[in-house]
Structures are given as C-alpha cells and as structure tokens.
C-alpha cells in the first residue's frame, strides 16, 4: 500500500509527464505547420526563377515586335520595361 506522500508524487509526476506529452504534441503540430509554410516560400521562389527568363523572353518579342508596331512599344513603356536588343537579333 502506498503512503499518502507518494501517492501525491505519483500524481504530480503523471500530471507533469502528461503535460510534457501535450506540450511535445502542440510544438509538432506547429513544426509541421512551419515546414509547410517554409515549403511554399521554397516553392515560390523556384518558380519566380523560372519566371524571371519566360518574362524576359516575352519582353524581348514584344521589343522585336515594337519595332514594327508601336503599340507593342506602347506596352514597354506603360511597364517601365527597358529592353535593348543587339543589333543581330531577328523577329521570328
């Protein structure tokens, strides 16, 4: 039979590690939560590489294009997109 004292530790020791067990439970649910939200950002920037050259090749052909049709120029400037293009550049 157990004493009254330890049966007051035995409590206080399972109320501690049943607290400790739910505090490891929350800070895994918001690790995962941050990893997710760090994933997206990763993601994000990938794609903003990827974009960053379609836009410049686009930028490009409307310069091109803006050679023959000022309103393709038009676009340029309302962007503020400055696009020099080499003298041995041809519109395809």
């Not at 039979?1 to 399972?14: C, G, N, V």
């Not at 050259?53 to 400055?82: C, Q, T, Y």
């Amino acid at each position: 039979m157990l004493m009254p004292m330890q049966k007051i530790i035995l409590w206080s020791l399972s109320g501690t590690v049943s607290l400790l067990l739910l505090v490891n439970l929350l800070l895994g649910l918001n690790t995962r939560k941050t990893v997710n939200q760090i994933q997206m950002v990763q993601a994000q920037v990938a794609n903003g590489s990827q974009l960053e050259m379609v836009l410049r090749n686009l930028s490009i052909r409307i310069a091109m294009a803006g050679e023959k049709d000022p309103a393709f120029k038009d676009i340029l400037k309302k962007h503020e997109l400055n696009v020099k293009l080499d003298a041995g550049t041809e519109a395809k």
